[in-house]
Every structure is written in C-alpha cells, then in structure tokens.
C-alpha cells in the first residue's frame, strides 16, 4: 500500500496557476491508478483528475478540462497536477488518492493524502 504526501499549495489571483505535487512510497506506484479530489467548505469531496499506471488515460473533471494537466513521474514516485487559469470556485482542499481503477470511487480508492489547501482570490 503507498503512502501519499502532497505538497504545492498556496494562495493564487484568479488567473494564476499552481502545480501540486503528490510524492508516493513503495516500489508499486506504476501499477496504481492515481487521482485528484478536491473538497471546499460545506461541499462534498468531488473529483477532478486522474491518471492511469502508465499515463495513457488521464479523466478530468468537465470543469477543469483545458486548464488543468495531470501527469505522473514513475520514476520519481510522483504525480503532478498543473493548475492553470485558476478561478476563485477552484478554492478547495486538494487531496491525492491512489486506486485499483481509473474509474476512481470509494470502493477503488485505497489510500488518500493529507490534502494541500489551494485559494484562489478575485
């Protein structure tokens, strides 16, 4: 099972960008499908990107479609998510997961991390 951290977060204008960071142990992480989820205040944990083992299939959120790029290092045990035009309802905590499935649900999810807060102003 991987262990996940990420990192990357901060404040941001509306218009801006961030690249998070999710670094994984273990010496499986090419096998896993790997994913993005992001939870604002009041609101329920949505989903907004993920990435196959090999990078072949790379699901968005229609929202962040075009703005948002999804990429994994295996190498380095890491994937990214580049986060570009950022607009204010993109606020949110952003949390990294790792699964048995692209199709990313609660019963495919096996580890989730700590999540990095994201804060676009206006």
């Known amino acids: 099972q991987v262990q996940l951290v990420e990192s990357g977060g901060g404040l941001v204008q509306a218009g801006g960008s961030l690249r998070l960071s999710c670094a994984a142990s273990?010496?499986?992480?090419?096998?896993?499908?790997m994913g993005w989820f992001r939870q604002a205040p009041g609101k329920e944990r949505e989903f907004v990107a993920a990435i196959s083992g090999s990078g072949g299939i790379t699901p968005y959120k229609d929202s962040v479609k075009g703005r948002f790029t999804i990429s994994r290092d295996n190498a380095k045990n890491t994937v990214y998510l580049q986060m570009n035009s950022l607009k204010p309802e993109d606020t949110a905590v952003y949390y990294c997961a790792a699964g048995s499935s692209i199709i990313m649900r609660a019963t495919t999810i096996s580890n989730w991390g700590q999540g990095t807060q994201v804060t676009v102003s206006s």
């Open positions: 273990g010496r499986t992480f090419s096998t896993y499908a």
